[in-house]
T-cell receptor, first 114, second 111 residues
Framework: EADIYQTPRYLVIGTGKKITLECSQTMGHDKMYWYQQDPGMELHLIHY???????EKGDLSSESTVSRIRTEHFPLTLESARPSHTSQYLC?????????????FGPGTRLTVT | DAKTTQPPSMDCAEGRAANLPCNHS???????VYWYRQIHSQGPQYIIH???NNETNEMASLIITEDRKSSTLILPHATLRDTAVYYCIVIGAGSARQLTFGSGTQLTVLP
C-alpha cells in the first residue's frame, strides 16, 4: 500500500482566494507529480519534480505553482482561484531507478471554485 | 512513446476472468507495457508492467505477445470492486517524465 496523502479531499472556495493543495509521501521518493483531471477526461501533467529544489511545468499549462523544499512534501498553490480551476488534482510519486514508472497516486483533491 | 489502442468498454461476470486487450503495434525494443486502473473518483492505481516476458503479481497477470505488438491484462477472478477504467501505457526507459493516460477501457463487473 502506497503512502501518499493529499489534503483537503474536497474544497469549495470563492473566486480570488489563494489556496494551497497539500501532498505528502512517506516513501522517500525523489520524483513527484501533479496531474489535473476533469470528470471522465484524461489526466494531464501540470507539474513535476525530480527532487528537492527541482520543479518543472508539465505539458498542460497551469496558473498554479509548486515548491519542493522537502523530499516528502510537494504543495501546489493557486494565488487567485477562478471557476476555470475547478477540477480534480492528483498528486503522485514514483519509485527510483531507470526504467521504473510505477507511480503511486494520492486520493486527489476535488476543487470547486464558485 | 508508442501509442496504444484499447476497446472503450467491456463487461465481465463476477468470479470470471477478465481479459483486457491492448494493441501497441509501434512499440520499440526498450519500451515497457504498464497497466494502471482508476476506480471512479479515485487516483490511478498501478497494476503491473512488463517488457518481454509474461508477468504475474497478486493483482493480475500480463501476457505480452512474442512480437510485443499487443498484450492482455488478466484479472483471474473479477470482483465488483474491479469495476474501473483500465489504462494500458507504453513507456520508454529513457527520458519520459510522465505517464500519458489515454481513454482506457471501462471494465464493468456484473453480479
Amino acid at each position: 500500500e502506497a503512502d501518499i496523502y493529499q489534503t483537503p479531499r474536497y474544497l469549495v472556495i470563492g473566486t480570488g482566494k489563494k489556496i494551497t493543495l497539500e501532498c505528502s509521501q512517506t516513501m522517500g521518493h525523489d520524483k513527484m507529480y501533479w496531474y489535473q483531471q476533469d470528470p471522465g477526461m484524461e489526466l494531464h501533467l501540470i507539474h513535476y519534480s525530480y527532487g528537492v529544489n527541482s520543479t518543472e511545468k508539465g505539458d498542460l499549462s497551469s496558473e498554479s505553482t509548486v515548491s519542493r523544499i522537502r523530499t516528502e512534501h510537494f504543495p501546489l498553490t493557486l494565488e487567485s482561484a477562478r471557476p476555470s480551476h475547478t477540477s480534480q488534482y492528483l498528486c503522485a510519486s514514483s519509485t527510483p531507478g531507470t526504467g521504473r514508472y510505477e507511480q503511486y497516486f494520492g486520493p486527489g483533491t476535488r476543487l470547486t471554485v464558485t | 512513446d508508442a501509442k496504444t489502442t484499447q476497446p472503450p468498454s467491456m463487461d465481465c461476470a463476477e468470479g470470471r476472468a477478465a481479459n483486457l486487450p491492448c494493441n501497441h503495434s509501434t512499440i520499440s525494443g526498450n519500451e515497457y507495457v504498464y497497466w494502471y486502473r482508476q476506480i471512479h473518483s479515485q487516483g490511478p492505481q498501478y497494476i503491473i508492467h512488463g517488457l518481454k516476458n509474461n508477468e504475474t503479481n497478486e493483482m493480475a497477470s500480463l501476457i505480452i505477445t512474442e512480437d510485443r505488438k499487443s498484450s492482455t491484462l488478466i484479472l483471474p477472478h473479477a470482483t465488483l470492486r474491479d469495476t474501473a477504467v483500465y489504462y494500458c501505457i507504453v513507456i520508454g526507459a529513457g527520458s519520459a517524465r510522465q505517464l500519458t493516460f489515454g481513454s482506457g477501457t471501462q471494465l464493468t463487473v456484473l453480479p
